[in-house]
């Protein structure tokens, strides 16, 4: 598995996304972030919420709320990648609520994924607070 920090990196000096929706992807071929994965999908979707392209993001989200069932079973760690994304997003707290749900069942299910723990930490409020504790999970 490539280093996420590394992939980032790449993807951030050599691109931007308007760079990432028409480049052909060969500059990270090897590391799973080909043209057209889902991985490479998740960061152009990252990329585009931080640069408030508000088309790019409900594009990308849609396309992978097309892929969600297959996504969440062969890939949880990228499923909970897709809700996170999306929570962040909506400004409706119902949809929220329920990516944090799915970020947490996923959790529960991959054994306690570390990428899917981040993810649940950085979008779900009570476990950025001093409420709770993490051995709950």
Known sequence: MPNVE???????????????SAGDGSAFAGSGLEKN??????????LAIMEHQAEVVT???NSLEEQAEELRKEHPE???GFCYLKGIWTD??????ECIRQIRDCYEE????????????????EL??????????
């Open 78 to 80: 990228r499923y909970a």
């Open 37 to 46: 994965s889902t991985r490479l999908q998740l960061y152009r979707i990252h």
């Open 59 to 61: 594009k990308g989200l």
């Open 128 to 137: 950025q607070s001093e409420k709770r504790s993490l051995r709950q999970y």
């Open 110 to 125: 991959t054994g306690q994924d570390a990428q899917v723990l981040w993810c649940l930490l950085y979008l779900d409020p």
């Open 92 to 97: 409706d707290e119902s949809v929220k609520e």
């Open 6 to 20: 590394t992939s980032f990196g790449v993807l951030y000096e050599q691109t931007s996304t308007a760079g990432l």
